[in-house]
T-cell receptor, first 115, second 121 residues
Framework: AQTVTQSQPEMSVQEAETVTLSCTYDTSESDYYLFWYKQPPSRQMILVIRQEAYKQQNATENRFSVNFQKAAKSFSLKISDSQLGDAAMYFCAYRRNSGNTPLVFGKGTRLSVIA | GAGVSQSPRYKVAKRGQDVALRCDPISGHVSLFWYQQALGQGPEFLTYFQNEAQLDKSGLPSDRFFAERPEGSVSTLKIQRTQQEDSAVYLC???????????????????FGPGTRLTVT
């Protein structure tokens, strides 16, 4: 079975600074996707960034970028120029690439942004 | 509507009561997922529909949990004889492609609703 581990229950960052959230996963599959989701207090799960396992290039979306290390099964999220609106729970998730398959989530990291 | 909606947003039930949670997916979305998110945890998969067919119910924790999507759009998650351990946020997600489609990864992106917070007292 696939598992996703987030070892940092809580993180904090000063506004405008950079923070990195860690994620490791375990799978025997070679073809899969990895995601970072943001969940604010409203509970709405919002997709932040997606990485296809077959792509060597790390995904970027504006201030958000990932460091994908396939051999190490590591998938960290870097948030640059942190903003107050970035404060939320962040979940790392995995999905096997076999049609429309369910997401497997980590336990999450609560990010606080300090003004 | 523009997004996935769920109702009610909050539900308090006495132990032993039955509850029904509703999910309205994005119009035209073929696939629908239910997840359970316990306090302080990540969401965990419960069940998956493609149109009206329930293709995977391996995550349902007990036979007290039942889900349906009779017309391939709105889905209802029913929990019978609720227990305290059922207290959680129940999230619904929909996506636009079926399991047999070969279009790129973004076609399988799951769009989440705001969830229903169930508290069993």
């Amino acid at each position: 079975a696939q598992t996703v581990t987030q070892s940092q229950p809580e993180m904090s960052v000063q506004e405008a600074e950079t923070v990195t959230l860690s994620c490791t996963y375990d799978t025997s599959e070679s073809d899969y996707y990895l995601f970072w989701y943001k969940q604010p207090p409203s509970r709405q799960m919002i997709l932040v960034i997606r990485q296809e396992a077959y792509k060597q290039q790390n995904a970027t979306e504006n201030r958000f970028s990932v460091n994908f290390q396939k051999a190490a099964k590591s998938f960290s999220l870097k948030i640059s120029d942190s903003q107050l609106g970035d404060a939320a729970m962040y979940f790392c998730a995995y999905r096997r690439n076999s049609g429309n398959t369910p997401l497997v989530f980590g336990k999450g990291t609560r990010l606080s942004v300090i003004a | 509507g523009a997004g996935v909606s769920q109702s009610p947003r909050y539900k308090v039930a006495k132990r032993g009561q039955d509850v029904a949670l509703r999910c309205d997916p994005i119009s035209g979305h073929v696939s629908l997922f239910w997840y359970q998110q316990a306090l302080g945890q990540g969401p965990e998969f419960l069940t998956y529909f493609q149109n009206e067919a329930q293709l995977d119910k391996s995550g349902l924790p007990s036979d007290r949990f039942f889900a349906e999507r009779p017309e391939g759009s709105v889905s209802t998650l029913k929990i019978q004889r609720t227990q305290q351990e059922d207290s959680a946020v129940y999230l619904c997600a929909s996506s636009s492609r079926s399991a047999t489609s070969a279009v790129g990864p973004s076609s399988y992106e799951q769009y989440f609703g705001p969830g229903t917070r169930l508290t069993v007292t």
